[in-house]
């Protein structure tokens, strides 16, 4: 079992940067891969960035993220990152982290755990 706490969301203008955080309970953290997930409203949840069960491994991100948000994780503390920087409106969201075992993958389906969120909002 793991469960899931974000934090960092707030209202920014563009341009700015956020790092948002997720913190894990459970002492399995390590063998799990880290997702990052966000919803716009009126829209489906969507993909943003993945990494595998190694704080220094595979990593995948949405086109639209790639090269402005960096995913890492801290074993040693529980916890997943997502550095935002160069934060556009269209980035307005709630983010959602989310855990599956080892691997990582770009599909929601595939993720078991879920946080309840933080919002990000980008104004103009």
């Known amino acids: 079992q793991v469960q899931l706490v974000e934090s960092g969301g707030g209202l920014v203008q563009a341009g700015d940067s956020l790092r948002l955080s997720c913190a894990a309970s459970?002492?399995?953290?390590?063998?799990?891969?880290m997702g990052w997930f966000r919803q716009a409203p009126g829209k489906e949840r969507e993909f943003v960035a993945t990494i595998n069960w190694r704080s220094n491994g595979t990593t995948l991100y949405a086109d639209s993220v790639k090269g402005r948000f960096t995913i890492s994780r801290d074993n040693a503390k529980n916890t997943v990152f997502l550095q935002m920087i160069g934060l556009k409106p269209e980035d307005t969201a709630v983010y959602y982290c989310?855990?599956?075992?080892?691997?990582?993958?770009?599909?929601?389906?595939?993720?078991?755990?879920w946080g309840r969120g933080t919002q990000v909002t980008v104004s103009s």
């Open positions: 459970g002492r399995t953290f390590s063998s799990y891969a």
């Open positions: 989310a855990a599956r075992p080892w691997v990582v993958s770009t599909r929601i389906g595939d993720y078991e755990y």
